[in-house]
């Protein structure tokens, strides 16, 4: 079959759409994360709710989500990671104009589980439909762009519920989120199926027709097809392979732990609490805490275009390292900042900047490239089983995080919390550097046949 010279920008045109509609579904995590800490405040004094109701209607959410990242696995296998998103879009437009219509804690509660759900498939299919639709040459940047939309989901609910604040209308802030619920819905109707999934189906031809219109030239997909043809060789997957296969185990376990070091960075704490973190830091004015927050969410979306930047050129690992590197500075740093006491002006400036820098040190690899490597280093036959397990690990440890942080401040005193993250994030350092691979321009079935024949985990990319 002779080459076709590059379908130029059409096939460029139709890559770009399927990996932004698939971004849409970061941005719906993204606004689903953010969304809460502005609602929370209205929403309790309207509904009469008490603090520990409180809690329950910001973690029911996680604890949806992890629900969901447990169910995806399957949904996706069995269905496809097309109809997984439809699925997952169906929720999100449930859930959404659910909570605006909420009469009740109770039934808040309730779409609060249902958007869990759609975010916990979104969270874990998006990436992996994103690996495997994405040419290696940009895997990286792919699956970073959609941590970028994810941050802008987050800076827009922020920004949004500032800007509703004003009228008070939590309902507001909670059903507008239908709106890009209902693109994303009509939007993943024009993807195709995944060709890795096709294939993994026996649906050769059609996975050959998807990566025709993905892929630079015929010879191109053909090549991929063959390869992904050989990666299916292996007749076991999931839980059995799990049992049966310490090689795959390995690359479980290594999942289960990059998400648990993504978690533990302390990056949440920022997310559900910096208007606290901003009292904490001597700004005892509500605007200035709700502006505040708008800036880091601002300053996180921003510093997640480095790692779109750099992901592909770079390398994941020195980029992970260099990430958990600049987070241990900054919570050391505004650590011994409030333990030296935050009266006067420039040290409240200075530790709004640590945290800030906190911010870009999370943004610019833990967050896109845990999500990466967790979707790279599975082999295809237990890629959704090990997948499940890394996403479910990441909302199981967020809601631990979420829940500890307020204990931890009053058990442990304000300096020593963030000191806590502090030596968490030299560890991850260390583990990085012991236990990552550098995954850059190899392909996923390069890095299984790694994998399977037995490499040390951070040499699967070589
Ligand atoms: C993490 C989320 C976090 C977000 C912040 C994601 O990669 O998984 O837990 O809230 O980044 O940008």
Known sequence: MSAQPFSGKKNQSFIWFVCFMAALCGLLFGLDIGVIAGALPFLSKDLNISNHAQEWVVSSMM???????????????HLGRKKSMLAGATLFVIGSLWSAFSPSVESLIGARVILGLAVGIASYTAPLYLAEIAPERVRGSMISMYQLMLTTGILVAYLSDTALSYSGSWRWMLGVIAFPALILFVGVLFLPNSPRWLAAHGRFNEAQRVLARLRSSDEQAKQELDEIRESLQVKQHGWSLFKSNSNFRRAVWLGILLQVMQQFTGMNVVMYYAPKIFSIAGFSNTHEQMWGTVIVGAVNMLSTLIAVGLVDRWGRKPMLVTSFLIMTVGMGVLGTLLHMGVETPFRQYFAIAMLLMFIVGFAMAAGPVIWLLCSEIQP???????????????????????ATFLTLLDTLGNAPTFWLYAALNVVFILITIWLVPETRHVTLEHIERNLMQGKALRDIGS
Not at 63 to 77: N, P, R
Not at 380 to 402: E, H
């Open 63 to 77: 604890f949806g989500a992890a629900i969901g990242a447990l169910g995806a696995g399957w949904l996706s296998s």
């Open 380 to 402: 295809l036959k237990g890629r959704d089983f090990g997948i499940t397990a890394s996403t479910t690990t990441n909302w199981v440890a967020n809601m631990v995080v979420g």
